[in-house]
């Protein structure tokens, strides 16, 4: 594996952060400089630990260069502006017809590409359409399967919900997809340590950042449920692989709504332990 570990002489101070933070303790404080040590290398997970922990940007790994990167904390936002984020986030089920510019959505999926995996895998696959089109096919395609199940009596007593959801499209509601304009699926190799975890915490990013820009999401279980219990093909037309592990669906847009504050429902359940 090829590191492209640099050290800017100029710039580096010898501190030794990037040696006591390396997790996998790749990097030694040589008599001069920082330098890999060889009998290590293998170990490396390419978290750029070191790179972010570097106070002067004098370390470039991977071939990054520093000044690529956003400084902290000034990028960071406050506590307070997190704390309404997080309570100000709402399940949206009310959306603009009209698609998101695809380079925005390429740009939250660069930005979410960055969430934490297990081992660093970085194996997501991020399954997004972005073509109004290619929604109305899926939503057409789902709806039909379901009416297939349905006329067939394929539905057992815990799918039984969607009869309604059938019916409900006869009558010109959409359920299942709450007509947003755009989809994301993420889905896992099974050969991963930690899919369901890596799963979660992209889509869960992926909403927080959604909401920051002012963009409506909705987490969807049916769809999920729809696929796999009902149609299972529909995977397969979306082009992904069939030994992943999938997730939910997160449907996105701009919303049709607006809230004008948060709402209070602060009730946590606290465990909290102290062992003597």
């Not at 959306?95 to 895998?121: C, R, Y």
């Not at 010109?172 to 007509?179: H, M």
């Not at 950042?209 to 299972?232: H, P, V, Y």
Request: negative net charge; proline residues 7%; hydrophobic residues 40%.
């Amino acid at each position: 594996m090829e590191l492209q570990f640099t050290i800017d002489r100029d710039l580096c101070i010898q501190c030794g952060a990037c040696v006591d933070d390396c997790p996998f303790h790749i990097i030694e404080l040589t008599p001069d400089f920082p330098a890999l040590n060889p009998t290590r290398i293998h170990h490396c997970i390419q978290c750029q630990h070191c790179l972010a922990v570097c106070p002067t940007g004098a370390l470039s790994i991977l071939g990054r260069n520093p000044q690529d990167s956003m400084p902290l904390p000034e990028s960071l936002p406050t506590a307070q502006q997190m704390a309404a984020l997080i309570r100000g986030r709402r399940s949206v089920r009310h959306f603009q017809p009209e698609p998101l510019p695809p380079e925005v959505i390429a740009s939250m999926l660069q930005t979410v590409a960055n969430a934490p995996t297990g081992k660093n895998n970085r194996q997501c696959l991020f399954t997004v359409i972005e073509d109004p089109a290619t929604m109305d096919l899926l939503r057409k395609a789902t709806i039909e399967g379901l009416r297939a199940a349905v006329l067939e009596k394929r539905l057992s007593e815990g799918q039984s919900y969607f009869r309604h959801v059938v019916s409900a499209w006869d009558q010109g509601r959409d359920i299942i997809f709450r007509n947003a304009p755009h989809l994301l699926m993420v889905s896992v190799p099974q050969t991963v340590t930690t899919p369901d975890a890596d799963m979660l915490i992209a889509m869960s990013y992926f909403e927080l950042l959604a909401a920051s820009m002012g963009i409506g999401t909705l987490w969807n279980a049916m769809i999920k449920w729809a696929f796999s219990e009902i149609s299972t093909d529909l995977y397969e037309r979306l082009g992904i692989p069939e030994d992943h592990v999938k997730g939910y669906a997160i449907l996105f847009g701009k919303p049709a709504v607006h809230y004008h504050r948060t709402v209070q429902r602060d009730e946590a359940q606290v465990n909290r332990v102290r062992l003597t």
